[in-house]
């Protein structure tokens, strides 16, 4: 398994790189999503997942970008009209590699927050 904090230097904004044999998942990607597809090239795996725990209005994130260099679906909380991407319901899962995520609806800093 491997998993990577990655911090934006200047912004308030971290995302979460999580693979497990030859797949991954990438959360609440930057906008300059390079480092992720570098780092799946370089431990081999695939990104299968982009996942946005909720909605950015004061900077832009790399999920299109980076779904589009790597054909991985973009899901992202309920409630808002999104214009990409899927709706992630409460309690849906999601499998990659030997690992299983579980989507959970968290309002709070927006009301279609996921954790």
Known sequence: MIFKRIKSEGLAHISYFIGSKKECVVIDPRRDCE???????REELSIKY?????????YVIGSR?????????IFHGPGL???Y????????SFHFGWMKLIAIHTPGHTDESMS
């Open 65 to 73: 970008e980076l779904a589009h260099q790597t054909g991985a679906r």
């Open 85 to 92: 991407g899927e709706t992630v319901v409460d309690g849906q």
């Open 35 to 41: 480092v992720y597809a570098n780092l799946a090239r």
């Open 50 to 58: 982009i996942f946005e725990t909720h909605r950015n209005e004061d």
């Open 81 to 83: 009209d999104f214009r």
